[in-house]
């Protein structure tokens, strides 16, 4: 058994740990990240317009804007949904 | 009083105290300038400006890597696309629950819309400038790491462009190279379209340099 799988049977059998909310934690956390990421884009969007500024830059942004707000509005589907 | 004579007027030749037409007036004229905003070789782009650029530098050419280049990603976003129709033929998320399998699905699109936009954005900021002063290369390796580099044109030396292979020739995109005298010794363009033009308008801008130099208007 691998350190992990052992990790998992000490949680579940030790703490008597649903592998079920294990995996809700395990996508949540996932999208909290993607939402972090989806803020770095926009910031770094930003940096970059200021480096090269040109034809797309208003529609990127908003692009990365829209990505943010699809985070969070998947997010809050799997609150509900999980 | 009236003349007596009067010379025929000779043709000026160009020279000290003629005018001379610069590179940014000879391209403009007549030529398509400027261009879409996914164009890879924009030639006089007007709305274009970069963040060290100085007041009367003007831009004469942005280039961005040839979308050919751009392929692989493209295509692994396609096939990205559809891989969760082959959930309908295996079932490989049978074992979560109706929910469980939808929001994996979800999942799996927003990491796709990651990828696609990351990928778009590298590719549409790594852009070479050529300003009637200066080579500059903008590099976004990812969206956390950024390399500006640049040379002046009065220190490139040689000039050369490479395009080896059968796609390169058939769709017309390859590398510059440059040998300058500055701290940076090599300076490559990868991956652009219609490097032959590329090196001709520098070469063209290096002697625009040279005639500034001996008329006194360096900058």
Known sequence: MTPFDKLLEFLVAGWRVDVAILAKLGVWLFLLLYLGFSLVVVRQVRLMSRTVTGFLEKELEVLGWALVLLAVAVFIFSLFIL | ?219
Request: proline share 3%; glycine share 6%; aromatic share 12%.
């Open chain 2, 1 to 219: 009083m009236t003349d007596i004579f009067v010379a025929p007027s000779k043709p000026k030749q160009a020279g000290l105290g003629s005018s001379y037409e610069t590179v940014a007036a000879r391209w403009g004229k007549g030529k398509k300038r400027g261009s879409h905003a996914f164009s890879a070789f924009c030639l006089l782009p007007g709305k274009v400006r970069f963040e060290t650029q100085e007041k009367h530098e003007k831009i004469i050419l942005l280039l961005r890597q040839h979308w050919f280049t751009q392929l692989k990603w493209i295509i692994t976003a396609v096939i990205m696309v559809f891989v969760p129709l082959i959930l309908t033929l295996i079932p490989l998320l049978d074992f979560l629950s109706d929910r469980g399998q939808l929001m994996a699905i979800i999942m799996w699109y927003l990491l796709l819309i990651a990828f696609v936009y990351e990928q778009f954005i590298s590719w549409y900021f790594h852009v070479f400038i050529i300003t009637d002063e200066r080579v500059i290369d903008v590099n976004f390796y990812n969206l956390l790491y950024k390399e500006v580099s640049g040379a002046k044109i009065d220190n490139i030396e040689d000039i050369t462009y490479r395009q080896g292979g059968v796609i390169r020739a058939l769709l017309n995109f390859g590398d510059v190279n440059m040998q300058t005298a500055g701290e940076k010794r090599e300076f490559a363009i990868e991956d652009v379209p219609s490097p032959g033009r590329v090196v001709q308008i520098l070469n063209e801008l290096k002697l625009e340099e040279e005639h500034e130099k001996i008329i006194g208007r360096v900058r």
